[in-house]
């Protein structure tokens, strides 16, 4: 089983990127797949999960109404979406898949993780 994070950056203040997650060796449309952040010296923290089966996501407090997580099951990706970033956005961003995820933001739920993609903010 392998995941993908792809798509970090350096960026601007405000501006946007978009981060993708391609699955190999596993059908994300049978499990939770979630994207966590790290930035030096701070803990592995949550950003935002969606269950592939129905849609159901959910955002951090810290990114919701910036970052939008969404998938496309035929393409086996997942992706996210970040706008009006800020300097705090900064980090490795990871995306994970899980099988039997029940609370999205417990890393330790999720059973794949991809090598992570580096997002830096500029101000």
């Known amino acids: 089983v392998q995941l993908q994070a792809s798509g970090g950056g350096l960026v601007q203040a405000g501006g946007s990127l978009r981060l993708s997650c391609a699955a190999n060796?596993?059908?994300?449309?049978?499990?939770?797949v979630g994207w966590f952040r790290q930035a030096p010296g701070k803990e592995r923290e949550f950003v935002a999960a969606?269950?592939?089966?129905?849609?159901?996501?959910l955002h951090a407090d810290s990114v919701k109404g910036r970052f939008t997580i969404s998938r496309d099951n035929a393409k086996n990706m997942v992706y996210l979406q970040m706008n009006s970033l800020k300097s705090e956005d900064a980090a490795v961003y990871y995306c994970?898949?899980?099988?039997?995820?029940?609370?999205?933001?417990?890393?330790?739920?999720?059973?794949?993780w991809g090598q992570g993609t580096l997002v830096t903010v500029s101000s």
């Open positions: 060796g596993v059908t994300i449309s049978s499990t939770t």
């Open positions: 969606i269950r592939m089966s129905n849609s159901e996501t």
């Open positions: 994970a898949a899980g099988i039997r995820v029940r609370s999205y933001g417990n890393r330790n739920a999720y059973d794949y």
